[in-house]
């Protein structure tokens, strides 16, 4: 599944990338989104086990990337 760019892809979506994901032996690696999305939605995706949702109100790009680094350790 790929999104084309500006698509908002609902968080019941992120059960098929993280099943690709295992399916291909990569479980594992972690995964963070971004974009317009709804609080409840993040909760959700945080839930599920997405490592980190950022949207425009997290736009200070050296937290965000700081955040990244850390996740990737």
């Known amino acids: 599944m790929k999104p084309r760019p500006f698509d908002y892809v609902r968080a019941d979506s992120i059960d098929e990338v993280?099943?690709?994901?295992?399916n291909r032996g990569a479980?594992?690696?972690p995964v963070v989104?971004?974009?317009i999305i709804?609080?409840?939605?993040r909760t959700a995706l945080l839930?599920?086990?997405i490592r980190a949702v950022f949207?425009?109100?997290?736009s200070v790009v050296g937290?965000?990337?700081?955040q990244i680094i850390t996740i990737a350790g």
């Open 63 to 66: 937290d965000i990337v700081a």
């Open 18 to 22: 993280l099943a690709c994901l295992a």
């Open 47 to 49: 839930n599920m086990g």
């Open 27 to 29: 479980a594992d690696l």
């Open 33 to 35: 989104m971004g974009g």
């Open 55 to 58: 949207t425009p109100k997290d």
């Open 38 to 41: 709804p609080d409840a939605d």
